[in-house]
């Protein structure tokens, strides 16, 4: 019953957001396109069952011996797309109810969140057509069921993962290391074992023997909600108590700053939001380990073209989604001290704008390694950073708007939920897909130097009107004001 309680007063609590009427419109968009990725994965489950089916063995013995690489790729896809589970947890401190089972909701929820069922829409199609003609409906259904049960696993290792690097950026060692030494199982033996055991585990889920896999896979989710029980615990326990640390152990003042005025001053502002508060700070450092392990990514050329250039273009996204995405909202926190100086949120955007437009050259340089081995051309690289900065910040400066709940600076999973998940979903798929879309409509119907230059072009023209669509951005904030700072004011935590 508690967790219905939860669920009921999470609810609750969304529909009296300030943010939910236009989370609603946000939210039918997401639809929309979740439809469209719906549709586009069961057509390639279709079109793998039936290009598959003249390689000389079974469709489902081959992607069974792959499933490696689906985990991987929806790993790297819950990156963006998926956010560490929070609970609130201060109301409850005084009522009698178990923090471990306030834990527990956490990952009841994570494991129904509908991500989970996404590849569903690849693997039923293509068991439709695969698996059907040989074992009938019945392995239809357990294999469906499978598939959902090793998703689950990949979700909480996931969660894991994504807890520890909050805890210390070191932890991205974690799945580095354990995707690493799968993939070398993979690739360097002849015989792989990754696959044989792969191939073997889709067997068993088909036809030898599904009540012994689920126990199995079962098991291993059962591990995995335990070791994630026991460092969320650790995590809320902290958090919870908490003690406001006045003492500053390291004053950087950024002098270098002082020649560029007021915008200056907002940048050094803007770094000591990055690098002061644990929040944004566990956030830039985690960015800067992802951008690192994909810039090694490009350079190994393990997933084709198509591959490639989403590792470029999620390298350079990253660095201003982890912190764009919540622009305004981290400065809900003093945000009536922004408003004392006449056009100070103008000066404030032109900052952020400047100071992460700075920040691509550190991808740029990350990514010079893959352009001496061949992996990817610098103007490539080059035309994707220039996108960003363009049309990708563009794109995210607009939530500087929408943006009315504020984020606590210090605690991550005893804080509110940021309730502005319809829009901020909806313009971080189209900074990441509309990027993509230009390079591969270009480049399939002209040539990639066409493509490359189509990027810088568009680039370019953001860029030149920047301080157009920045005053822009700021007059539709000034309408909107009043309504924006109350809803700041009242979401702020204590």
Avoid at 298 to 313: E, H
Avoid at 338 to 367: D, G, H, N, Q, V
Wanted: contains cysteine.
């Amino acid at each position: 019953m508690l967790f219905f309680d939860l669920r009921k007063q999470k609810k609750l609590a969304d529909e009296r957001n300030p943010m939910f009427e236009q989370n609603r419109a946000g939210k039918y968009l997401m639809y929309f396109m979740s439809l469209f990725w719906i549709g586009y994965l069961i057509f390639f489950g279709t079109l793998f069952a039936f290009a598959l089916d003249n390689e000389g063995k079974e469709p489902y013995h081959m992607i069974n011996a792959g499933l490696l690489f689906f985990s991987i790729i929806d790993f790297c896809l819950r990156i963006p797309f998926t956010k560490t589970p929070s609970q609130e947890i201060k109301p409850y401190l005084l009522l009698p109810i178990k923090r471990q089972r306030l834990i527990d909701f956490l990952l009841i929820r994570s494991g129904l969140e509908a991500f989970n069922i996404i590849w569903l829409f690849f693997f039923v199609p293509f068991g439709l057509f695969t698996v059907v003609r040989y074992y009938g409906f019945m392995a239809l259904i357990t294999y469906a069921i499978g598939i959902w049960l090793l998703t689950i696993i990949n979700n909480y290792w996931y969660l894991l993962c994504r807890t520890l690097f909050d805890t210390n950026v070191c932890w991205v060692l974690l799945p580095l290391a354990t995707y690493g030494g799968l993939l070398a199982l993979a690739l360097i033996p002849d015989n792989s074992p990754i696959y044989s055991l792969s191939t073997d585990l889709g067997e068993l889920i088909i036809w030898e023997n599904p009540l012994l896999a689920f126990v199995g896979i079962a098991a291993v989710i059962a591990i995995l909600w335990m070791v994630n029980r026991t460092v969320i615990s650790k995590v809320f326990y902290k958090e919870a108590n908490h003690v406001a640390d006045t003492k500053v152990k390291h004053v950087s003042n950024y002098r270098f700053l002082d020649r560029y005025g007021e915008v200056g001053e907002y940048m050094r502002l803007e770094l000591k939001l990055l690098f002061r508060n644990k929040t944004c700070k566990v956030s830039t450092r985690s960015a800067f380990a992802v951008v690192l392990m994909f810039s090694i990514l490009v350079c190994l050329d393990l997933y084709g073209q198509a591959g490639t250039n989403f590792l470029i273009l999620y390298n350079y996204v990253l660095f201003g989604l982890t912190t764009l995405s919540g622009i305004m909202s981290y400065e809900g926190n003093y945000i009536d001290g922004l408003m004392t100086r006449k056009e100070s949120i103008y000066t404030l955007l032109r900052s952020k704008y400047i100071l992460y437009s700075l920040a691509e050259c550190i991808p740029f340089l990350l990514m010079i390694p893959a352009a001496c081995m061949g992996k990817v051309s610098i103007l490539t690289s080059f035309s994707f950073a220039i996108l960003t900065c363009g049309l990708v910040f563009f794109l995210l400066f607009q939530l500087a708007v929408y943006n009315k709940t504020t984020v606590s600076l210090m605690a991550k999973m005893t804080s509110r939920q940021n309730n502005n998940v319809g829009i901020q979903l909806l313009l971080t798929a189209g900074a990441f897909g509309l990027p993509l879309l230009i390079q591969f409509v270009c480049s399939s119907l002209f040539n990639d130097w066409v493509a490359d230059l189509s990027m810088l072009l568009i680039g370019f023209a953001f860029i030149i009107t920047s301080p157009r669509w920045l005053m822009n951005v700021y007059h539709r904030f000034m309408k909107r004001r009043y309504t924006n700072m109350e809803n700041l004011r009242s979401t702020r935590q204590k």
